[in-house]
């Protein structure tokens, strides 16, 4: 069946299809879910097992090995990364790209099966997770009240956060920075040692007459009746009263030896926000939910909040959707210029209000079309697929002006508008039909793509082949129709004179110019051959100069500054120290450009987050700012080591590619010996920080954390009859605490918690003076069994395939190509000498970076062989699509220089714009040689004239399908607004390389296509 035929004839079924295309396009775009890139199928798993109270190293010895060992034999596993801290373990298993990530975690709980028994009793069980990229904070909420802190605590856990637990789509919904209650028993060990007793003496006695328990049923007459025993503390007097023990007569109560306070624990986080204590809330989304629509629930609920209670102040801090939501307006706003600018361009053209009008309907059918496809096809709207879409303005019209184009100049020779649409229509179908298969082909490469970097270009690819493929069935039905029906143009007679507007003489001149240029070339075939051939050489050189990177330094709202102190400093000496490098950045921080600074303190490191105004708001580049604010508080912080980074807005693909940090540089240094290791990842450090573009070079283990070690007397606690295990509980209870049940009020529990106070818990001599009751009741200082050690032990023992790895990290300062730093990196640690069973190795991103350039290889090879095919088969001749193919090399000389000009690196986004390259060049190509035959077949022409004529006859089209993809693709490539940087690279590749291998392109292909023939007609011949 003939579509063309069918649509013209049958134009009110034609309408009514169309419509019914729109009314489903448009009904898909309002539930397609939103985010910041597409969902990400990452084949990993997690194993989390808790071991409380014990050291990086036995964990390391007795989980960590046992695990690995154990899920060894699980198929599938690329590779196994681990980390072991103290009291707990935490195994990375990453599996090869395809694999069935819920059949492995079957298999990886039958290991961890099969290993339990392995462990010590006290080991926690094994927790399996699914990694899930998704799964970090979307919103960022700040809460402040009158109230205490406790009760401010108190109530968004056990209220706010349920509100937002409610929302369809969140997942989690974490608080930090709380303060917590408890019963605190302060022990007073001069009068445990004269009472001669025990912290656990006090614990036990506390657990002993603390508790409720049920009596049973008992019947009373006509009633049943219930017995229970409530022997719960009801006050905290009662507490201090509790008897421990009786001596001579005479009780010992808990407040003999002890003072009963209602305190807090200790405080481990401290958060602040625009310099006031707050408490934060992290809302978590849950996988495949949509980003935006979960961030404005959590908005509508938060301002609900607000307006029902005056106690609370809820804000939010960060919005990870307003930098989602800006960079789709952002390209929104860019698909509508683009359009726009086509548009212009097609009437700067044809002159013509009908024609101009037809063509430029195309564009939204075809994009709302894709909506439809996006919906039915489970395709979220994100920066890619959008991207997609957008990039696709100036292609999708393409296949309509070549087909109107052929109808209007069919027309004008005084054809009927019927008999104009069906002829014209058929004169091009086949070379518009081979244009969008090639340009859709090229995608094809990209579904093999196995690195994150091609998963990503998968939605990318599915939008712009789904918006072809709409566009050339507008073009084939649509535009016919509309033509054989409202086409205003006028035939001038079979056999008059044909007269042109003064509008259009100027494209006629251009023409008959183009015409004289093609007979020049063709007398100077050699020249021709020779310049392009120069012209080639030189952007091949030139390619070896550009800056290479994996993703564009994207501008996101946010700034980092992470405070790093020596392992085991004081919560309250971080917190000077983080007070006084804030009151430094803030002298070069454009506080009119900022929106809220939090600060959040820990023991050993605090960090700063500065959330910025949005892109199109603020006058300040993030990464300009960042690199302003770290050399303006570098060394000005004692003791301190400070890290400055701006947030690129591609964030979470670093967290993936790397170890989990957010860092551009990573390396690996594999070695057992950690001290060595650590004096190694020192010099190796020391030779980064020469490097003039890297900045905050950082090593992940840091100086361990001082340690005083107890060692047990095994003889004589034998003697004693006690065991190790008593005395590390005793230690336990006095210094870090023990727990003695709950203190239930009001509803709620708080813990009761039996610990010295704290004057007599000041320094290591203390602990010598702890007491123990030994088996025949005696009281012995610890100090008479145990022998002490002081020294560093370390944090965390990280581990990649069973090998020990430090990373050293770091940022770039703005504008540096990562490529290029890590060239200079490998030259600088080349002789560095190694010792044996150490290796070195540049991960994180940059390998990520390898990779994808090898799959970005593989897929312009696959994608040439692949578009050769399609040609060859549409053509039915082996020697049309070499001619056309020899347009593919011309768009490197394009490329290179608009990349040069314009400052774009080559990174994944400008790669991929050279793959789609490599399908839109030949377009031109095909429609100039497809026009060529035609002449020769149904014209009889010789081949120098057919290839005059043609060129002639195509140059309108040619020029204005270049035209409108160009001007279609021109705001994206300015790259203004939030994540404009995202496309702008993909855009400028495009525009570049094809405006030049067009301009090539018509004077080398006709010339490239006598050649041919002639050199066959010799071989034949």
Not at 159 to 167: A, D, L, P, T, V
Not at 589 to 612: C, F, K
Not at 623 to 640: C, E, N, T
Not at 720 to 744: C, D, E, H, K, P
Request: proline share 4%; net charge negative.
């Amino acid at each position: 069946m003939n579509i063309t035929r069918t649509a013209v004839n049958r134009p009110i079924a034609t309408t009514m299809v169309f419509l019914i295309i729109i009314v489903l396009g448009i009904m898909g775009f309002r539930f397609l879910p939103v985010d910041l890139l597409p969902p990400i199928e990452y084949p990993m798993l997690s194993v989390s097992t808790s071991y409380p109270n014990v050291g990086p190293e036995e964990i390391e010895r007795l989980i960590t090995d046992k695990i690995e060992n154990g899920i060894a034999s699980v198929p599938n596993i690329e590779e196994v990364r681990s980390v072991s801290s103290e009291g707990y373990s935490r195994v990375r298993l990453e599996f090869s790209q395809g694999t069935d990530i819920d059949a492995a975690a079957n298999d990886v709980r039958a290991a961890l099966d099969r290993i339990r028994d392995d462990f010590p009793p006290e080991v926690k069980a094994p927790r399996l997770w699914k990694f899930d990229p998704d799964n970090f904070p979307v919103v960022i909420l700040g809460a402040q009240s009158d109230r205490s802190m406790e009760e401010l605590t108190r109530i968004l856990e056990r209220e706010i956060s349920q509100r937002f637990g409610q929302i369809p789509g969140i997942g989690s919904v974490d608080v930090w920075g709380g303060i917590y209650r408890e019963i605190q028993v302060r022990l007073k060990r001069d009068r445990l040692a004269s009472s001669r007793l025990s912290a656990a003496d006090v614990q036990q006695a506390l657990l002993r007459e603390n508790i409720t328990l049920p009596g049973g049923d008992m019947r009373e007459g006509v009633s049943d009746l219930y017995v229970r025993t409530r022997g719960e503390f009801q006050t905290l007097e009662q507490i201090a009263a509790t008897i421990i023990t009786v001596v001579d007569g005479k009780p010992i109560r808990v407040g003999d030896v002890a003072e009963v306070v209602d305190g807090f624990e200790d405080i481990n986080r401290l958060v602040q926000i625009d310099g006031r204590p707050m408490i934060r809330l992290g809302i978590r989304k849950q996988s495949g939910a949509n980003t935006v629509a979960v961030a404005e629930a959590a908005r509508a609920v938060m301002e609900q909040i607000d307006r029902e209670r005056d106690d609370i102040d809820l804000m939010v801090v960060i919005d990870q959707s307003d930098f989602i939501q800006s960079s789709i307006d952002n390209v929104k706003q860019s698909a509508l210029w683009g359009g726009l600018l086509a548009i212009f361009v097609l009437y700067l053209f044809l002159r013509n209000g009908s024609t101009t009008f037809i063509i430029a309907l195309s564009i939204p059918i075809s994009i709302i079309a894709t909506f439809g496809v996006l919906f039915f096809n489970d395709i979220s709207l994100n920066l890619m697929s959008f991207g997609g879409l957008a990039l696709g303005i100036g292609l999708i019209v393409d296949n309509s002006i070549v087909v109107l184009e052929n109808i209007v100049r069919i027309r004008e020779r005084g054809e009927s508008l019927k008999e104009s649409t069906l002829v014209g229509t058929r004169q091009v179908t086949g070379a518009i039909v081979a244009s969008t298969m090639t340009t859709s082909v090229i995608f094809l490469p990209v579904i093999f793509m196995q690195t994150i970097s091609g998963m990503l270009f998968k939605e990318l690819a599915l939008v712009v082949v789904f918006a072809l493929l709409c566009s050339l069935f507008v073009a084939l039905s649509l535009v016919p129709m509309l033509g054989s029906r409202f086409l205003t143009v006028n035939g001038n007679g079979k056999n008059g004179p044909k007269k042109h507007t003064r509008t259009a003489r100027w494209t006629v001149r251009l023409e008959e110019i183009y015409a004289r240029v093609i007979t020049g070339a063709i007398r100077h075939k050699i020249t021709v051959f020779a310049v392009t051939g120069v012209l080639l050489i030189t952007a091949l050189f030139l390619w070896r100069l550009l800056p290479v990177e994996l993703a564009p330094q994207t501008d996101a709202n946010e700034i980092g500054i992470d405070l790093e102190m020596a392992q085991g400093t004081n919560i309250a000496v971080v917190n000077k120290y983080l007070h006084e490098m804030e009151s430094i950045a803030r002298e070069v921080i454009p506080m009119d450009q900022v929106r809220h600074i939090s600060v959040e303190i820990r023991p050993g490191n605090a960090e700063v987050e500065i959330s910025l105004q949005n892109a199109d708001v603020r006058t300040v580049n993030s990464f300009d700012l960042a690199d302003r604010i770290r050399s303006h508080v570098s060394g000005k912080v004692p003791g301190a080591n400070v890290r400055v980074s701006a947030q690129s807005g591609l964030w979470m693909l670093r967290r993936l590619f790397g170890s989990g940090g957010a860092e551009a540089v990573e390396i690996e240094l594999r070695g057992y010996d950690l001290a060595l290791a650590d004096r190694l990842a020192q010099d190796i450090s020391d030779i980064m920080e020469r490097i003039s573009e890297i900045a905050d070079v950082r090593i992940s283990r840091r100086e361990g954390r001082p340690e005083q070690n107890l060692i047990i007397d095994r003889e004589k606690i034998a003697d004693l009859g006690l065991t190790v295990s008593q005395i590390a509980g005793v230690i336990q209870t006095n210094v870090g605490g023990g727990r003695a049940g709950v203190f239930r009020e009001a509803g709620e529990e708080f813990p009761i918690m039996v610990r010295l106070q704290p004057k007599d818990r000041l320094s290591t001599d203390d602990l010598s003076n702890v007491s123990v009751r030994t088996a025949g009741g005696q009281i012995v200082p610890v100090s008479a069994l145990v022998s002490t050690k002081r020294q560093r032990s370390p944090t965390e023992i990280e581990r990649v395939d069973g090998q020990r790895v430090t990373y050293i990290t770091a940022n770039l300062e703005s504008g540096a190509a990562l490529g290029n730093v890590v060239d200079k990196l490998q030259d600088d640690l080349y002789d560095f000498p190694l010792p044996e069973g150490f290796s070195l190795i540049f991960s994180g991103e940059y390998e990520e970076q390898q990779k994808a350039q090898t799959d970005f290889l593989l897929s312009v090879l696959m994608a040439l062989v692949l578009i050769y095919m399609v040609m060859a088969a549409q053509f039915e001749r082996f020697l049309d699509p070499l001619i056309v193919m020899v347009a593919v090399p011309m768009a490197i000389i394009g490329v290179v220089p608009t990349l040069f000009l314009t400052g774009t690196s080559l990174n994944m986004q400008s790669l991929m714009g050279i793959i789609m390259l490599i399908g839109i060049v030949v377009n031109n190509a095909i429609v100039l040689v497809d026009y060529i035959n035609l002449m020769r077949r149904e014209h009889n022409l010789e081949i120098n004239e057919a290839v005059i004529q043609s060129g002639r006859l195509r140059l309108r089209p040619i020029l204005m399908t270049t035209g409108t993809t160009v001007l279609g693709m021109l705001p994206l490539a300015f790259g203004a607004g939030s994540g404009g940087e995202i496309q702008a690279a993909l855009a400028r590749s495009v525009i570049g390389g094809l405006l030049v291998s067009t301009m090539i392109t018509l004077v080398l292909i006709p010339v490239t296509y006598i050649s041919f023939y002639k050199i066959r007609d010799r071989i034949r011949s």
